[in-house]
């Protein structure tokens, strides 16, 4: 475990040269910063050479167990020195899909994968982070670990068949199929977060059959040089796009729709280098969230998400839309959101930023611009330390350098809503040239250093 991470890491290197950017850059000039990480992002490229699933004995008729099959011409495929894994049009019923290096796993239009419902076809368990602590449990829908040059490509769609009488009812939502006396994943989950907590060794953090710890739907785990492009995703028993400890990722001109519980749309986690670009969220949960491992086990792992571009997204119904934590506790930094729309009335907030005093951890120099916002219901931009546990830990965040550029918003409840602590303040927050209109309260700030506001306006009037 630990040799596998260090690969992603350059032993002895300062921060500055892990995330390859002079120390200037972001002072200098950030948006050039940016740039430098786009350019320096690689899509991978294979073999001009097509498997077809069908093949080696998959059927589209919606009913045909297709697993050994897309499992053959995987193998196939990765034998061969590399290529595209074909799903024609059809429905292709499956159970989760594992990826091998150099295969490009393409969905051509009309191409659907449908995922079992049975719990049981998800096992063996696989090295996993579930909500940001290492464990072994269900794999998920799409799966990779170790991997290099792999993608997930075409028009078609992945339906990963949750609904509010499977998977979503582990969560113990009574308005969605669960009620009291039913097992659900609270146990788990707390037991789980005890281990991360006591450093038990991953061996022996094995969960899967009885623990209700939901899969997500495409995770990558440990890989590099990743391609997730056009496809789309509906109805994921969690997380929809989960790369973890990933380096070299592209995720474009996704269309992802599920709302049921924690079924966020694309959560990079302790990931290096990644674009986020032409993307369309309406989700559960947050729309887009940037991670990096939870409390203990988190700093124990202790790789940050860094040098990530998301650009020219929208958003629709979540909790948060531009998204980084709350697990965030291996530090975040470097990221830059911009040209991006955010509208709905079901959207609560549409720049947040979470944590506490459990998570700890680092959020520097984290920039935003050109987002265009209809409505929101909550806040604009919510840095926040009071979210769960609150001030209940024995760690304080590190929140700062955080930069809003022509950010316009046509309502919300409230336009800016900082919490921090007071031995911990959020600081040295810039807004400039904003305007946000139908602002129904003023400013909520707590614990902040360094507000620098420069021509943003409320409601008409500017705020000093």
Aim: charged share 20%.
């Amino acid at each position: 475990m630990n040799t596998t991470r260090r690969d992603f890491l350059l032993a002895g290197a300062s921060a500055a040269a892990l995330s390859g950017l002079p120390a200037s850059a972001f002072a200098a000039d950030p948006w050039a910063g940016a740039a430098d990480i786009v350019a320096r992002i690689k899509p991978p490229v294979f073999p001009a050479r097509d498997f077809d699933i069908t093949k080696y004995g998959a059927r589209g008729d919606g009913t045909t167990d297709c697993t050994q099959a897309i499992a053959r011409t995987i193998s196939a495929c990765n034998a061969a020195g590399g290529g595209r894994v074909v799903v024609p049009a059809g429905i292709f019923s499956t159970a989760p899909i594992h990826l091998k290096s150099n295969v490009n796993l393409y969905l051509a239009d009309a191409a659907v994968l449908s995922f079992s419902r049975d719990p049981a076809r998800y096992l063996p368990v696989v090295y996993t982070r579930w909500e940001g602590v290492e464990c072994l449990n269900y794999s998920a829908q799409v799966y990779a670990d170790g991997q290099e040059n792999i993608a997930l490509t075409g028009s078609g769609t992945l339906e990963g068949n949750a609904d509010c009488s499977h998977w979503w009812p582990w969560k113990g939502r009574t308005n969605c199929g669960w009620s009291e006396g039913q097992p659900n994943q609270d146990p788990a989950r707390n037991a789980l977060f005890n281990m991360g907590d006591k450093d038990v060794p991953l061996a022996e953090r094995i969960f899967g059959e009885g623990h209700y710890l939901r899969p997500n739907m495409v995770q990558f785990c440990r890989s590099k040089n990743i391609l997730i492009e056009g496809v789309t995703m509906k109805n994921s028993p969690m997380f929809e796009i989960n790369p973890v400890l990933c380096r070299n990722v592209t995720v474009r001109g996704v269309t992802i729709v599920s709302h049921g519980p924690n079924t966020d749309g694309c959560d990079p986690d302790s990931s290096r280098d990644v674009l986020i670009e032409n993307c369309s969220f309406d989700t559960g949960d947050d729309c887009l969230a940037i991670k990096a491992g939870r409390n203990h086990d988190g700093r124990r792992v202790g790789v940050a998400s860094e040098n990530i571009v998301v650009r020219n997204c929208k958003m629709k119904e979540g909790h948060g839309g531009l998204t980084i934590g709350s697990e965030m506790s291996g530090g975040v930094r470097n990221v830059f959101f911009e040209n991006c729309d955010l509208n709905s009335p079901n959207l609560n907030q549409a720049l947040r930023l979470k944590t506490n005093a459990m998570r700890g951890g680092t959020i520097e120099h984290i920039y935003f611009r050109n987002i265009r916002i209809g409505e929101v219901s909550a806040a604009v931009l919510q840095i926040d330390f009071t979210y769960e546990e609150g001030a209940a830990g024995p760690e304080r965040p590190n929140v700062g350098n955080i930069h809003l550029e022509n950010i316009t918003c046509e309502k919300s409840k409230v336009a800016l809503e900082l919490r921090g602590f007071e031995n911990a303040p959020i600081h040295d927050v810039s807004l400039r040239n904003c305007t946000f209109n139908r602002i129904e309260q003023a400013d909520i700030l707590d614990h902040v250093q360094r507000l620098e506001r420069i021509n943003v306006k409320e409601n008409g009037k500017v705020v000093a």
